[in-house]
T-cell receptor, first 114, second 115 residues
Framework: AQSVTQLDSQVPVFEEAPVELRCNYS??????LFWYVQYPNQGLQLLLK??????LVKGINGFEAEFNKSQTSFHLRKPSVHISDTAEYFC????????????FGAGTILRVKS | DVKVTQSSRYLVKRTGEKVFLECVQD?????MFWYRQDPGLGLRLIYF???????EKGDIPEGYSVSREKKERFSLILESASTNQTSMYLC??????????????FGQGTRLTVV
């Protein structure tokens, strides 16, 4: 069963425009949520994570994400993107009933145009 | 800095060969993971291990096996390589799943081509 769904495979956006990358997860009693970024020819780097507490999570490079339990979503946002944000972004989840298994979505390629 | 090192960045192997992909981490992490990354499919979990000599199947274990004889090393084995195993393979490690420690660190990846 698919645990994480990223709704857009590619998102093109102009520089300095806002962007939202969407992520939905399978409903679970207890869940940890992550966004990772992969720049061209590089490994994955953690952007931000939600473990508990405040539903608005701030990460590196001006990104933030909001955990919405009722909609089982964890969308990633940035108010103004730069060319350097061009990368592939992965949403990931640990569903606690499955222990430490870290499951990723299919990824969203963000293309920032000048 | 946490370091996860994969032994090769690029590898070319022949169909039917037995292939070993090695991963070493230097942070004494309990958990280690092997994923394959394919365009449009994201990262798919092959196997993971939460302790020495322990292993759990991920979502796509068929055609693969793993070995974890020491805490710092997690090996992925392709018993008889096939062309559909051509992919990017990523290794990751993480501390135990306590909330404050829940983060996975990734290696640079091994791009395997099976011809």
């Amino acid at each position: 069963a698919q645990s994480v769904t990223q709704l857009d495979s590619q998102v093109p956006v102009f520089e300095e425009a806002p962007v939202e990358l969407r992520c939905n997860y399978s409903s679970s009693v207890s869940v940890y949520l992550f966004w990772y970024v992969q720049y061209p020819n590089q490994g994955l780097q953690l952007l931000l994570k939600y473990l508990s507490g405040s539903t608005l999570v701030k990460g590196i490079n001006g990104f933030e994400a909001e955990f919405n339990k009722s909609q089982t979503s964890f969308h990633l946002r940035k108010p103004s993107v730069h060319i350097s944000d061009t990368a592939e972004y992965f949403c990931a989840v640990i569903l606690m009933e499955y222990g430490n298994k870290l499951v990723f979505g299919a990824g969203t390629i963000l293309r920032v145009k000048s | 800095d946490v370091k996860v090192t994969q032994s090769s960045r690029y590898l070319v192997k022949r169909t039917g060969e037995k292939v070993f992909l090695e991963c070493v981490q230097d942070m004494d992490h309990e958990n280690m993971f092997w994923y394959r990354q394919d365009p449009g499919l994201g990262l798919r979990l092959i196997y993971f291990s939460y302790d020495v000599k322990m292993k759990e199947k991920g979502d796509i274990p068929e055609g693969y096996s793993v070995s974890r004889e020491k805490k710092e090393r997690f090996s992925l084995i392709l018993e008889s390589a096939s062309t559909n195993q051509t992919s990017m393979y990523l290794c990751a490690s993480s501390p135990p799943g306590l909330p404050e420690n829940t983060e996975a660190f990734f290696g640079q990846g091994t791009r395997l081509t099976v011809v």
